[in-house]
């Protein structure tokens, strides 16, 4: 998750007063209708409740990747699980492909699959394994979590490789994750035409009136961005990332003001198989504090985004969310 830009703030302020959507008619993907994993996908968004993970084992340090494995991911899991029946994973590599076979030893619902390097072909061939392995639970795969943003890449690359990458798996609903203001760019328009759905990233924590403004602004935030953002796509849009970081303080980021905004947002954004929204994040990332970005220096809020701390205990948001029944 990155820092949002000045273009970010804009956008977003016009988005919060209902500004309309940037286009006439809203783009579908070519594909949605025919990728037998989106009526899962579907079925999970109006039915389930997403989270946004990455295994507490993986950390990266100084560039450098450590490993998880599945003992460490099914502690994970293990406590999510009673609250969360659903996944959005940011990467395959270091481990993170057995997401999926651990998740179905533990009656998940559903996962979405992340990709982090898009062109990293052996990281794909994992993703797609994991897919193949599960072809009930794993309803879509991401390509990327914010390389548009970060410069990486282009939309219409962007596009090219979601086309190629169905090639070899016409059964998966294919996508990548961005802010949501870049789909409302002209250049966004390939994607668009070529995504089965959406994930964005809807972050009202970085507009400059978020401090002082309540729960309940912050969560009507949400729903507006949503509202412009159907309009523009015509497929199923989840948001994957939202929420308040817990510290520091001194930035107005607090665990009672991150309970305080889900239930907002819960009560104002009831989910539905077109649009719903994942909780951001599972576990708090201290190492994240000194990642990279896009913005220079260290940025405080970035390891406490987590409903779990560090060590896997709930704070008062988790604990909030209801408890989910066994499928």
Request: aromatic share 10%; proline share 8%; hydrophobic share 50%.
């Amino acid at each position: 998750m990155c820092r949002r830009s000045l273009l970010l703030t804009v956008f977003a302020l016009l988005c919060a007063f209902d500004a309309p959507g940037g286009y006439a008619a809203p783009r579908c993907g070519r594909h949605a209708a025919a990728a037998p994993s989106l009526r899962l996908l579907e079925a999970a968004m109006a039915q389930g409740r997403f989270i946004a993970y990455q295994p507490t084992q993986i950390q990266v340090v100084a560039g450098r990747a450590s490993r998880a494995d599945a003992a460490g991911i099914r502690a994970d899991l293990q406590v999510l699980r009673p609250r969360f029946d659903a996944l959005i994973t940011y990467g395959a590599g270091n481990g993170a492909d057995q997401v999926a076979d651990v998740a179905a030893q533990l009656g998940f619902r559903a996962v979405i699959l992340g990709v982090w390097s898009i062109d990293d072909e052996a990281e794909i061939a994992l993703a797609l394994a994991a897919a193949a392995r599960h072809p009930q639970l794993v309803v879509g795969l991401s390509l990327g979590n914010e390389r548009v943003f970060a410069g990486v890449t282009d939309f219409p690359a962007l596009a090219a490789r979601i086309e190629r990458l169905r090639q070899r798996a016409p059964q998966l609903a294919l996508t990548t994750t961005e802010p949501f203001h870049l789909f409302a760019q002209d250049a966004a328009a390939p994607l668009l035409a070529t995504a089965d759905f959406l994930l964005v990233n809807v972050h009202p924590v970085f507009q400059p009136w978020f401090a002082g403004a309540p729960d309940a602004d912050a969560a009507r935030f949400v729903v507006n961005v949503m509202n412009d953002v159907v309009a523009q796509y015509c497929g199923p849009v989840l948001v994957k990332e939202t929420g308040v970081p817990t510290a520091p303080a001194a930035l107005g980021f607090t665990a009672a003001r991150q309970a305080g905004f889900y239930r907002a947002l819960r009560s104002q954004f009831p989910p539905t198989g077109r649009r719903a929204f994942a909780y951001f994040s599972a576990f708090d990332a201290p190492w994240r504090v000194n990642d990279a970005h896009p913005s220079p220096g260290a940025q405080p809020q970035e390891g406490s985004w987590g409903l779990f701390d560090a060590d896997r205990r709930p704070k008062p948001a988790a604990r909030d969310v209801p408890l989910r029944t066994a499928r």
